[in-house]
């Protein structure tokens, strides 16, 4: 079976900006073997809104979704639910938007890549790969 990725906000980010080493891995495993969540999306369209080229930007965040499949996120609510209570009682919560996106990957069985592997790191079951080169 071939490995599934859940690309991180930050890791399109980098791929809208043409970093090399997150597109050379997107070839390498295959880009119908790349994901990204609902709650991505909404980062990335948030961020086009802040941007100063603001339909330019929503373009290409809309023509990249095009090319991932893009995964719901209502399927991971309880996982969200619990993941986040565990956090709470252990006095070590992140930010909702990357709980949503790392209790995806682990609902899905897919490996999440982020440069965020600090905060990403504290999601429980995940399996992390970073593949951001500077």
């Keep these: 079976m071939t490995d599934k990725y859940l690309l991180d906000t930050n890791i399109c980010v980098y791929l809208l900006r043409g970093n090399s080493s997150v597109s050379?891995?997107?070839?390498?495993?295959?880009?119908?073997n790349c994901y990204i969540s609902e709650m991505t999306v909404a980062e990335l369209v948030y961020g086009a809104e802040c941007s100063k080229h603001v339909e330019e930007n929503r373009d290409l965040v809309y023509e990249l979704c095009n090319n991932l499949h893009v995964l719901p996120i209502s399927s991971c609510i309880d996982e969200f639910a619990?993941?986040?209570?565990?956090?709470?009682?252990?006095g070590c919560l992140i930010e909702d938007s990357d709980l949503w996106i790392g209790v995806t990957a682990v609902v899905y069985n897919m490996i999440m890549v982020t440069e965020n592997v600090k905060h990403l790191g504290r999601v429980k079951n995940i399996h992390l790969e970073n593949w951001v080169v500077k």
Excluded: S
Aim: no cysteine.
């Design 82 to 90: 619990r993941q986040k209570a565990e956090m709470r009682r252990d």
């Design 24 to 32: 050379k891995n997107i070839e390498d495993v295959g880009w119908d």
